[in-house]
């Protein structure tokens, strides 16, 4: 556990239902700044992030951030604020975000922080509960001192339709920890051991991720590509309509639904080009995780996605919604070789300057600093 009390401090709040990229940014944050800050943290008690904050030597307290724990949570988190004299309060997702804001208002605390990686109308929820979000999301609004995004587009949301004012909007990129993505030392690519293209698709089975797309862009590309195999990792509500899809398009024997993997490295590692269908995001780590290691990436040309990738030379964009276009680029690098080995280098380089972890933090910091010290009006 931190000892030294001379620091600032900082909690970070978070609902914790599942590890995501949220919880992810925190922990590399809670990780990469214990030398400046004694750090807390809060949220649902278990899982993965409860363990990689304790890890750290951070703090953790357990709060439940189910709804119907709602007053009682900011009631635990407002005496915690209280108890430890926390300088920075900095919260991630709509529930965590009206939680924090609450506590710290009634606190007293000034400098409040909430990072936007996903806006509202991306959630995986009905009309009503989008609008429901969006209430408490407004809620306490003029409270937070600064808001961080993970992309321009959600700057543009903020700033254009919510009219927050632009100087308290900080857009910062997420990060990737460089040195656990190492790719092949000969960076070939479209070779794999068993001497076909594997082509993969890495995430949660929602309607945002368009998935469906790409597995209508297959038979396509296997008349093309006989030897293709395709790898979809993930679960989630729309995993059974897509198998139904596959058996529809007579691709059973071409396509593989592995379910949930907590081993991303590993999978990236099989495949030779990551598909990223995506209808909606914010700022998605898959795709920085495949450019990390120097694979080709076909993905949505989408907000959030071509702030990522520079089409055709760290990656391939085609327009969302288009079996043919996902196809048709697949197709390319599998017979241009060269090209998917150039493509794939020139996207290592790409996260190396402008997404490493390292960078992540120290912006992050950069902005704890000014409010800290009044230098932002």
Known sequence: MQKNFNFKKIIFIIDNLEFGGGERCFVQLISGLHNQFEIFAAGTPGGEFEKEVKKSG?????????????????????KIILKHKIDIIHSQGVRAD?????????????????????????????????????????????SVKRFIVVSQSLKKLLTEKRHIPEYKVIKIYNGIELEHYIPKKNNQSIETSYNVPIIGAIGRMVWQKGFEYLIKAIPKIVKHIPEAEFLFVGDGPLLPSLKKLSIQLNLSDKIIFTGFSNDVKE??????ILVVPSLLEGFPMITLEAMAMAKPVVASDIDGINEQITNGKDGILVSPKNPGAIADAVIALIRNKETAKQIGIAARKKVEQDFSVEKMILETENVYFSMLKNELS
């Open 58 to 78: 951070a703090y953790f307290f357990p709060v439940d951030m189910r709804k119907q724990k709602s007053l009682n949570s900011i009631i635990k988190i407002r």
């Open 98 to 142: 009206f939680f924090a804001r609450a506590a710290g208002f009634s606190a007293g605390t000034k400098n409040i922080i909430c990072t936007t990686a996903m806006p509202v109308e991306g959630f995986d929820v009905s009309f009503l509960r989008k609008k429901i979000y969006r209430f408490f999301d407004w809620i306490l609004e003029d």
């Open 267 to 272: 999978v990236l590692s099989k495949i030779d």
